[in-house]
């Protein structure tokens, strides 16, 4: 079980969290939506520990991440896999070193056999014939892609998606989608996601939170997200501009600088 | 008169809170050392990425070693010649070059080279994996980023400074030996025997104990300050900055007291 109770985190004046609270029960896939800049990343790393709460817990299977020892805090990351949002691969390696980096770091086995599970991995996200590249000779969509393939190598108990499909395409981000899936069914994963992508999120969604001015302001099922009649979840969901969210800077009359 | 006081005053806070900053990077840079030194005992013992950064700090060192090395050795042996001729004293120059070799040359200008090359590559590298998020995840993938990044550097450090250094005074003192023997055409008997009459083991060794010194200096400070890069591209060249100028400087200030301890 996660739980995030009552969690404050500030970066200089940017108060950031503000009283954030959110449950995720064993099994349980659930995701978080929210405008850009309003601390979904953020929440993630707080449940694996890279950031810690100004003030507020945050527990994992009732383990205390803040205050857990050095040598407990990383026994428990053994349980996670994260998906970062720029992927975050190890540029020195190639894609299956990337893939494999856990396995061969716990050197229980042998490198052409964490090769094979790395192009096992891969061949999950929809990549063949990319184990031998190197990151920066993937496109944007495929390092996501070998991140998640890299999230999921080890078969974590507890999945951590920074925005898993975004900068797919239409049909990959589905294949994506049905992967997040199988693995909820398959390995009775644990999962927080984070996405943008409405359709992605009914899909995968056990239910869903929305993040708002440092706080969930509501958690629902898919079917009762979809239909809900609050304003600003309204706004978001549908996706429109005008609304109770003002985005900064941004007016609904177009600006013209062109004479 | 009020308008003077009020500005000196400004500068005399300004100094005070530089003060105050290089007092809390050293006291950063040393729980840095200390979390190294911890992870350092701990197994597993990363052997493969120990060589690997051997490689990367001491290997790809020599051929500037070699090059600064004989060029030292050679412009010494010159300066010395002509210089204690005046005095009737060029014999004594084999043990001048081999003394200053051992005892400062060698170590200080591998160290130079070093924290030039491999310390600005070290922040560089560590710089651009924490901006671009690859240390947190190291972290979300269960792996100690202190034992796996900078450990297998700091003892790279260690290690390679004191060998790259014995291979920049054994150069030195060739290149000595050319500049005296071969361009002034004096005897390779004496060259030699001056060498090694007045050259003590002490002066060898105390001489390795700095570059030893030097080495875990550098890999430190430059894996502090690639470590805590923050700030994009720009924060990844300062932070390189940073750790050149921070180890070249830790090096010459160390040097002067190491020196007056060990030979003192
Ligand atoms: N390491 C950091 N240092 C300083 N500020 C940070 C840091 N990480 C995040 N922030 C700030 O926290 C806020 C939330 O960032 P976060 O990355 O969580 O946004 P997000 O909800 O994931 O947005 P997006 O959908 O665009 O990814 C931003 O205003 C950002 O500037
Ligand atoms: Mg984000």
């Known amino acids: ?259 | 008169m009020t308008r003077l006081i009020e500005r000196f005053g400004r500068a005399i806070l300004s100094l005070l809170q530089k003060g105050v900053f290089v007092a809390e990077e050293t006291g950063r840079i040393f729980l840095l050392l200390l979390a190294t030194l911890r992870q350092l005992l701990l197994p597993p013992f990363g052997i493969v990425d120990i060589f690997r950064q051997m490689l990367e700090v001491g290997v790809r060192s020599v051929p500037v070693v070699i090059v600064t090395a004989i060029f030292t050795g050679m412009v010494f042996a010159l300066q010395t010649y002509t210089g204690f001729k005046r005095f009737g004293a060029e014999t004594l120059v084999g043990t001048v070059v081999a003394m200053s070799m051992t005892r400062e040359l060698g170590p200080v200008l591998t160290g130079l080279i070093v924290s030039g090359r491999a310390g600005a590559a070290m922040a560089a590298e560590l710089g651009t994996m924490r901006v671009t998020e690859q240390i947190d995840a190291l972290e979300t993938l269960a792996i100690n980023p202190v034992k796996y990044l900078i450990v297998p550097r700091f003892v790279a450090g260690l290690i390679m400074l004191p060998a790259l250094s014995v291979c920049a005074d054994i150069i030195g003192i060739i290149g000595g030996y050319f500049v005296t023997v071969v361009l002034f055409n004096t005897s390779s008997v004496v060259y030699w025997k001056q060498t090694w009459t007045y050259l003590e083991s002490a002066d060898i060794y105390n001489g390795l104990i700095k570059a030893c010194f030097f080495g875990g200096a550098i890999s430190i400070i430059s894996s502090y300050k690639g470590f805590y890069t923050s700030g994009g591209a720009e924060g990844v060249g300062k932070a390189t900055t940073g750790a050149v100028v921070l180890s070249s400087m830790t090096i010459l200030i160390s040097d002067y007291f190491l020196s007056s301890w060990l030979f003192g």
């Open chain 1, 1 to 259: 079980m996660i739980l995030l109770d009552e969690v404050y985190k500030s970066f200089n004046a940017n108060h950031v969290l503000t009283g954030t609270s959110l449950v995720v029960k064993k099994g349980e896939s659930r995701v978080v939506i929210g405008g850009s800049g309003s601390g979904k990343s953020v929440i993630l790393k707080h449940i694996v520990g890279i950031m810690k709460p100004d003030k507020g817990r945050v527990t994992v299977d009732d383990m205390d991440i803040a205050r857990l020892k050095e040598h407990d805090l990383y026994e428990i990351r053994k349980k996670f896999g994260m998906l970062f949002q720029m992927a975050a691969l190890f540029d020195s390696m190639s894609v299956w070193e990337n893939v494999g980096f856990v396995l061969s770091r716990r050197g229980m086995l042998k490198p052409a056999k964490i090769k094979e599970i790395a192009v096992e991995k891969l061949k999950l996200v929809g990549l063949v014939n990319v184990e031998n590249l190197m990151p920066s000779e993937l496109s944007g969509g495929m390092k996501k892609r070998v991140g998640l393939a890299r999230a999921i190598a080890h078969e974590p108990e507890i999945l951590l998606y920074d925005e898993p499909t975004t900068g797919l395409d239409p049909i990959t981000a589905d294949a994506i989608n049905d992967l997040i899936v199988s693995l909820k069914e398959r390995l009775k994963v644990t999962s927080v996601a984070i996405t943008h992508d409405m359709q992605s999120s009914y899909k995968i969604a056990d239910s869903i939170s929305m993040l708002y001015q440092g706080k969930i302001i509501a958690t629902g099922t898919p079917d009762e997200i979809r239909n809900t009649s609050d304003p600003v979840m309204r706004q978001f969901i549908t996706g429109s501009a005008v609304g109770p969210i003002k985005v900064e800077g941004v007016n609904n009359e177009r600006t013209v600088n062109r004479a």
